[in-house]
């Protein structure tokens, strides 16, 4: 068989185990790698038709896997939303959100993303006047903001009429109306939210497709060719499929289906379809084979459940207050139980060292209950584990899925820092440990949340040096938990691919699989880690076809080689 393509004289390095590097790939018109090594060696594989192209000694890998990100609710922020920047006061926001209200447009609601701590805690302190100042500035129209953390929001007079909300109205399961004196102040926290969510219109299923064809196409743009998107709806499945079938698709798309109570707009008829049907919704480059639990909050809203008391000198705060789990442990068992028996992983949002202890242990009585060689299971996020707990996920074949990428200084976690104390936040993102006890990890960005940049290469340098690699943020936080290049890359790549079900797929570079590769500007290996958060994707291959830049034939970037 003939290459489609070959492409030599570079630094390619495989991450297969062997942790490969080899001058030249040769790749079919089916996508598929057909040799590795060194050009002289692939004569047999060239014909007339057959275009050689030389790398001109650049440095080449798998493509990048996201294994956490919320792909069409991140990219219809992009496209829709009133930009907020997480630094703002709530002074600032005020400004944005009246400026937004002035300018016509096809869409009523006005959704600001994402405010941080700053305008909350101005937010927090005003109270009731918060939510008339937000009145006064939106021209009738009703506002959303979006919290950082994307499990709360401030809402407008006009959306929490919407809504239903008035100060009788009484919190829902699992959430807070946020009231003082007996008034609404316009907070929402955790499944409140949902409940002016809700209203905000639908794009239609067209818009749908074009920001899921957006999405990817930012996504291939930043190195990457597969994600995880971490909680899908029936109608993202079926935007993606539409996408595939229209050969839009440019990257494997992985679904976490939110099938548990504790997703967003749970629906019980619609999540027993969801289970029945998504198999047959999944395009060629799709597969869904997780379901998500939240099981915890966030600690920037004191949501998270921790094992000890959150410290605080706010009157409105418990003395003994630890954050909340929306299922008791019992409930917890059951539901992994249950999707376990149908050989779904879950992936459990657990931040809280109280949530994360309470994923393992009920993990550990599924493995009694149903058997030890069921699916891999996920902690998402999994900021605070008590060090006792780390060497149990590796026995228990548990998967850190780590983000957002908050393991070096940023405004949130300054944030989160501030809010639980130097002592426990000190612990946080232990990566180091938690490969040192054999636990498979895989980082994701989380995107859109409260690192809002989906840009691989910046938590690819924090992972390396534990420091801000913006430079806006002075200090490092836990070096001790600092890891190698050789450690860290296989998080972006060969393990998420695994835990997707995709690692006969692609995940490195091997013959057989898919020639999903990437083109770098720089060697990561031979520069500073500092220097890596500074990386461009020259080009992006997806099943040998040049995905990124999408406006580019190959041979626009690498010189056709003539003699062979």
């Given amino acids: 068989m003939a290459a489609g393509q070959i492409l030599h004289n570079g630094r390619i390095h495989t991450l297969d185990t062997a942790s490969s590097v080899v001058d030249a790939i040769a790749f079919g018109r089916d996508g598929k790698i057909l040799a590795l090594g060194r050009l002289h060696d692939m004569q047999s594989l060239i014909d007339e038709t057959t275009e050689v192209f030389d790398l001109q000694g650049c440095f080449v890998m798998p493509g990048l896997i996201d294994f956490h990100l919320h792909a069409l609710p ?13 630094t703002d006061n709530f002074a600032a926001v005020l400004e944005r959100i009246r400026l937004a209200a002035l300018e016509p447009g096809e869409r009523e609601w006005i959704v600001g993303s994402a405010f941080g701590p700053s305008a909350l805690a101005d937010m927090q302190q005003l109270g009731a006047q918060a939510l008339h100042m937000l009145d006064a500035v939106s021209n009738g129209r009703p506002v959303v903001l979006e919290h950082v953390s994307g499990h709360g929001i401030f809402a407008n007079s006009a959306a929490l009429v919407r809504a239903g909300i008035t100060a009788h109205t009484p919190n829902p399961p699992d959430g807070e109306i946020v009231k003082v004196a007996g008034q609404v102040t316009g907070l929402l926290h955790e499944t409140a939210a949902w409940l002016v969510q809700d209203k905000i219109p639908a794009l239609t299923p067209q818009q749908m497709i074009d920001v899921a064809g957006k999405a990817v196409a930012l996504f291939n743009s930043v190195g990457m060719t597969g994600f995880c998107d971490a909680s899908s709806t029936i109608d993202m499945l079926n935007t993606f499929r539409a996408l595939d079938d229209q050969g839009r698709l440019t990257c494997w798309a992985g679904f976490t289906l939110a099938l548990s109570s504790t997703c967003p707009g749970y629906d019980p008829a619609a999540a027993e379809h969801l289970l029945a049907e998504h198999r047959n919704i999944c395009g060629e480059h799709m597969i869904a084979g997780a379901a998500k639990i939240f099981l915890d909050g966030v600690p920037s809203l004191r949501t998270a459940a921790m094992i000890d008391p959150y410290p605080s000198d706010d009157p409105d705060v418990l003395p003994d207050h630890r954050g909340a789990m929306a299922l008791s442990p019992e409930e917890l068992e059951e539901e992994i139980a249950r999707f376990d028996r149908l050989g779904l992983s879950v992936k459990v949002h657990a931040i809280g060292d109280r949530a994360v202890l309470t994923v393992i242990d009920a993990v550990e009585a599924v493995r009694r209950t149903n058997g030890p060689n069921g699916p891999q299971h996920h902690i998402a996020h999994g900021q605070f584990i008590r060090p006792d707990d780390i060497a149990r996920l590796s026995q228990l074949n548990i998967l850190a899925d780590l983000n957002p990428p908050l393991w070096f200084p940023s405004s949130a976690s300054l944030t989160h820092k501030g809010i639980v104390g130097d002592q426990r936040y000190a612990s946080t993102w232990p990566v180091r440990s938690l490969l040192d006890t054999g636990t498979d990890v895989a980082v994701g960005s989380d995107w859109l949340t409260i690192f809002a940049d989906i840009n691989p290469w910046l938590a690819l340098s924090g992972l390396l040096t534990r420091r801000d690699p913006t430079g806006k943020f002075p200090g490092v936080h836990a070096p001790e938990q600092a890891i190698s290049l050789h450690q860290a890359l296989p998080l972006f790549t060969r393990n ?15 013959v057989g699989l898919s020639a999903d590769l990437i083109v770098l500007d720089r060697d990561l290996t031979t520069i500073s880690p500092e220097h890596i958060a500074g990386t461009k994707v020259l080009a992006t291959f997806f099943q040998g076809r040049l995905v990124h830049p999408a406006d580019k034939h190959v041979k626009g970037i690498f010189r056709l080689t003539t003699h062979v």
């Fill in 74 to 86: 991140g990219m219809i922020v992009k496209l829709y939303s009133t930009r907020l920047k997480p």
């Fill in 496 to 510: 998420p691919a695994l835990a997707m079900r995709l690692g006969e797929k692609t995940g490195q570079l091997a």
